[in-house]
Nanobody, 120 residues
């Protein structure tokens, strides 16, 4: 399974960006998809995830919206009112069940990361 993320870039504070991620490969079902981010010198943290429930980091609630297109195996993160502290590499993730020899096996996958830079 491959996750291909796109949409990062440079934006001024208060602006908006849209990140997209598409999953492809041996996919029987996708249990959840989400976005994490890692700022320089900090640990990777959850930004938003969509599975049985939708979860957001407190720091992005009301500003970011996650959405999925299950038919296309894609997840999108709409980011608004961006702040300099949102600057980070954003990673797409997915928990995917594939079929291997007639059995369903679930793995977690990561995309390659896309850089979001918010200038003040």
């Amino acid at each position: 399974v491959q996750l291909q993320a796109s949409g990062g870039g440079l934006v001024q504070a208060g602006g908006s960006l849209r990140l997209s991620c598409a999953a492809s490969g041996n996919i029987a079902s996708i249990n959840s998809m989400g976005w994490y981010r890692q700022a320089p010198g900090k640990q990777r943290e959850l930004v938003a995830a969509s599975g049985r429930r939708t979860n957001y980091a407190d720091s992005v609630k009301g500003r970011f919206t996650i959405s999925r297109d299950n038919a296309k195996n894609t997840v999108t993160l709409q980011m608004s009112s961006l702040k300099p502290e949102d600057t980070a590499i954003y990673y797409c993730s997915a928990d995917v069940t594939g079929t291997y020899g007639g059995y369903g096996v679930t793995h977690s996958y990561w995309g390659q990361g896309t850089l979001v830079t918010v200038s003040s």
